[in-house]
Every structure is written in C-alpha cells, then in structure tokens.
C-alpha cells in the first residue's frame, strides 16, 4: 500500500483565473429589515474611538496574544485575518442582522431569525480581534446587536443547528469575554428549545415552534424519525450551560439521549442516521459518517474528554464505534493506497454479523490487515462525504487526548493500536488532502467517489460525480489540519487556503460558494455559509497561529461540532 504522506501537503495552486459570476438565486426579502439595527451610529463611533483597551487584553487568562498585526511575518496569517474582515464587512454591509450573505447578489437571507452570521462570527472575530484591532471593532459590533436585538420569538428553528451555532457561539464568547449578556441569552434560548425533548421517548424533535412554544417533527422521514447526529451532538453544548447555571436540567436531558442510544446500540456499534422520537430505536439500514451520521461519532470521545475524562462509558462508546468503522467501513483504493471510510445503505452485511458472532466485536489488527487486501465482502458503497474528513483529527485527539507527539514519546510508547490508528488517521488526512489537490481550484467537492479494488474500470482512483461537483466553503479538513498540525508539528499539514482565497473571494464582500470544483472557470454560486466565518476561517487562523500557540490548548479545550471552544469541566449529574 502506497502512503507517502511526506510532500502530499506541499504543492502550490495551479496558476489559473477565474472570476466570481452573479447566481440567480431568488431570495427572500422580508419586512424583517425594518427591525433590524441601524449600523450608521456605530460604524462612526468605531471610526471616532481614540483610545481603548490594547487588543491584547483579553479577559480570559488562557486566550492572550503574544503580537500584533503589525508584527506579523507570516502572509498568510495575515492573509487569512484580512479575509476573516472581507468576509464579515461584506455581511455587515449588505446582511446586517440577516442569517447569511449572499455575496453576489448582495442581500441576506433569514431562515432562523437570529442574525446566524453575527452569532457563530463572534469567537473568531474576538481571538482574531486580539491581533489585529479592525476585527475587535467588528466584535463590538457584534456584542451590541446581540445585547439589543437578539430575540428568540419567531418561526421554526432546527434543534442541532441553534444549538450547535447559536448556543454554542453565546456560550464560547461568554467564556472569552465574561460577559454576562451572552450567558443570559444562551440560557434564555435553550429554555425555550427544551420542549423538543418532551417526545415519548426522551429523543427530542427535530426542531421547535419558537411562536407556539412546541417541538416538531422532521418532515419528510418515516413517522417524523429525528437524525442520529443531530440528537446527538448537543451534549456539549447542554452540559456547559449546566455546569455555568449550576442547573442540570439541560445536562440531564441531553444525557437522557444518550442513555437511550446506548441500549439500542448495534452489535457493530456503527448506527443507522435515523432515531424515532417515538419509540427511541434507530430506523432504517442506512449507515455512514458523513451526513446524518458524522457528529454522532465525534462526540463520543468529545462528551468524555470535555468532561474531566471522568465518564468512562463515552469513551468506551467511541472505542467500540471508531473499532467498528476499522473492522467494516475503512477501505483503500487499489492503484494510489487513498484510505477512505464508505458507507453501508442496506443495513449490515450478513457475513459481518457471522464475523462478530465468531470473533466478537473486535476481530483484530491481524483481521484488518488481511482485510485491506481484500474487501469484497464488506459490501460497502465507496463515497465518502466532505464531512468525514472530521475523522482524521479526532482520532488523533483520542490517541494523545490533546498532548504533543512530542510530550506523549517523552513517557512512553505509542500502543500497537495506537499506532494502527495513527496510521489511519494519517492515511485519511492524506486523502482529504487529495480531495482538493485533484481538482484544478484546489477546492474539494462536497462528495468524492473512490474506485474498488474488484472494478473492472480502469479509471482514477478517485473521482467525482457530477451531481457532486459543488463546495460550501466547509471546514472539516482544515479542522483536522489544524489538529494534526498542533499535536504532531508537521509543518506538510498546512497548505489549502489558496483555494478559498482565489476562487471564493467575491471583490465586493464575501465569500461564495462554487457550483464546480473542476472548473476554473466554472459557475459561482452565492452563499457564504455561517461556518465559514464561525469554522473555516477559524480553524485556518488557529492552524497558522504559531506565535500563539497558546490560544486554545488541546489539553484545556474541547471544540464542538460548529468550532466554539468549551474549556475542560468537572460536571456532575
């Protein structure tokens, strides 16, 4: 198998150009403007203020920048902190208070009400703002809108969303900043999401009527089936406002999820993405950790670690799960050895179930290494979403439980599983890689498709349907970078905001979305999502922040799903 990790993250851009077009995107324009807060006034008392605090002052102790903007060497530091204000001054100029940008045809656009992009900005453009004081002024911005405007009175909101973006972003700046406003908001919001949970079984609806004060059923799945990663993956966020609150009222009923999700747990311990609100059993045979499925499995680890370690069920959780994607999803292509995690659609294979019947749930390192040679019988469909690549970077946080490479070899020896998973782990990272290398704007599709080893075509090892061609600006790959760059050094795992910058940018404000990533001249499109601003820009600072090492220590955070930083707590429940 061929995995030559050394010089896979060091090539440059090819040399094309290309020029963002206008989409014809129809948008909806409502009355909410009118609601909204004039920014004027406080554009001319950012411009006016003389004196105020040095950048550097943060009030939290474990996020103090060590420079200024203008000590800044690295130009892509530099260039990532001018594209984090490109990006939000093209929001706040035509989307002020809206959900999200559409930079083309510069207007915003509202699903949730609650000013999306504001929210899940704030912690990036507070710990960018530390350096560099033209984005702590857009920070201030942000802070009086939430203290004046942000209400939480309209329509229908999707549970895991609001929760992993907007209580997360409150709860994030609030650690930063100790500003109470932001405590009280989090609080106030998730006492109205509370009632989702209010089903026969304890897993909550897919969303909540924020008017009538009612949780709602997922539209569209058999008998309104809640996704697996969506039930799951507000945990963090729930037991820090507890823990904050002194109230576990939230804790324990995120927990109560779990507890359910733990007793129908499958002999593979990999779950289908539906869950019955009804009946608290999975629906459906599809299984895969990208859509649906992915935050599932980054959070098994991630409620253990957030909370002291001290829950030791979680981490078995995620060893059982991580074990079960080893034995039956991981596959590798036949010419170029891409490592890739598949996804099974008609429920699991009867040999894998003789296999665990046989051997248990762990047949072995000895049984994976035959199988890479021969995966026939996995059945399993070779397409792995952009959001798998999450994986690599939290396997790597499970092997070092956020210590350096460096720290760990100082006191002992990688395990022999460790280094099966370290192996892996780097082996997927290689591949997300290649996910933008292969395509001439160095951007990556959001599904990528990976040839068999029993396939007559002769074709590349991978490829893309045209149905997938499109990118939304995500982070996952850039958050595993930033992972594997901090805990193991390697400066190869830095080089793919090139991309972005030249084929997402729009002149006027913003960044955009692509219809296709193997053109360079291919279509724009014309939507700047919230998280690319909440995590991709995030994540791209953090990982070329080496004059701030300190800001975020692995040992001493715990990231959720949408990149807002929870610090390491003692919670009980």
Request: hydrophobic share 35%; net charge negative.
């Amino acid at each position: 198998m061929y995995l030559g990790y050394v010089n896979f993250f060091t090539e440059e851009l090819p040399v094309n150009s290309s020029t963002n077009k206008n989409s014809d995107i129809v948008t909806e324009n409502s009355k909410i403007q009118s609601k909204l807060p004039t920014i004027e006034k406080s554009i001319e008392k950012e411009e006016k203020k003389k004196e105020e605090k040095p950048p550097n002052s943060s009030t939290n102790n474990n996020i103090i920048a060590k420079i200024e903007y203008s000590e800044i060497k690295n130009s892509k530091l530099k260039s990532i902190l001018d594209g984090t204000l490109h990006a939000f001054k093209g929001y706040r100029e035509y989307a002020w208070g809206y959900d999200e940008l559409h930079p083309n045809s510069k207007i915003g656009r509202n699903s949730f009400r609650m000013g999306l992009t504001i929210i899940d900005s704030m912690d990036t453009l507070y710990i960018q703002g530390l350096v560099d004081k033209r984005l702590m002024d857009e920070f201030e911005l942000c802070r009086e809108w939430v203290r004046d405007h942000l209400k939480f009175d309209e329509g229908e909101v999707n549970l895991f969303e609001t929760t992993i973006r907007v209580v997360g972003g409150l709860l994030s700046t609030y650690h930063l900043t100790n500003d109470k406003i932001f405590l009280m908001k989090a609080t106030e919001l998730v006492d109205k999401l509370m009632i989702a949970f209010e089903t026969p079984a304890g897993i909550p609806y897919a969303s909540v009527n924020l008017e009538k004060a009612e949780g709602v059923a997922a539209q569209g799945f058999q008998n309104g089936a809640s996704t697996t990663s969506e039930v799951s993956t507000i945990q963090l966020s729930f037991n820090y406002l507890s823990y904050l609150t002194k109230d576990n009222k939230y804790a324990k009923a995120a927990r109560k999820v779990m507890d359910i999700l733990e007793k129908n747990e499958p002999a593979t311990s990999l779950v289908p993405i539906l869950v019955s609100p009804q009946t608290g059993k999975y629906v459906g045979s599809t299984i895969r950790l990208g859509s649906r499925g992915d935050s599932y499995y980054e959070y098994l680890w991630k409620q253990w670690y957030h909370n002291g370690k001290k829950e030791k069920r979680f981490h078995d959780m995620w060893v059982r799960a991580w074990t079960g994607v080893k034995n039956w999803l991981i596959d590798v292509t036949p010419r170029e050895g891409f490592i890739y995690i598949g996804e099974w659609n008609n429920g699991e294979p009867t040999e894998v179930l003789e296999t665990i019947s046989k051997l248990g749930k762990d047949p072995g390192i000895e049984y994976r290494k035959k199988n890479f040679t021969d995966k026939k019988e996995k059945q399993i469909s070779p397409k792995m979403d952009h959001l798998v690549c999450f994986l690599p970077g939290t396997v790597l946080l499970s092997i070092t439980n956020g210590k350096t490479l460096q720290e760990i070899k100082k006191t002992r020896k990688l395990t022999e599983i460790e280094e099966e998973d370290f192996f892996l782990a780097e082996g997927l990272l290689r591949t997300c890689y290649e996910m933008y290398r292969m395509n001439p704007t160095f951007l990556a599709s959001e599904i990528t498709m990976f040839r068999k080893k029993f396939e007559s075509d002769q074709g590349p090892d991978m490829y893309i349907k045209s149905a997938d061609t499109h990118n939304l600006l995500r982070p996952e790959t850039v958050e595993s970078l930033f992972y594997f760059y901090r805990i193991t050094g390697n400066e190869t795992y830095r080089n793919i905001w090139q991309g972005f910058e030249k084929y997402s940018k729009v002149a006027t404000g913003g960044y955009t979305n692509l219809r296709d990533v193997t053109k360079t001249d291919g279509p724009s499109g014309d939507r700047m999502e919230t998280f690319f601003l909440g995590e991709t820009l995030k994540y791209f600072y953090l990982l070329f922040s080496d004059d701030n090492e300190n800001l975020y220590p692995l040992d001493k955070y715990c990231f959720n799903t949408e990149a807002h930083a929870f610090p390491i707590i003692d919670l009980v429940i």
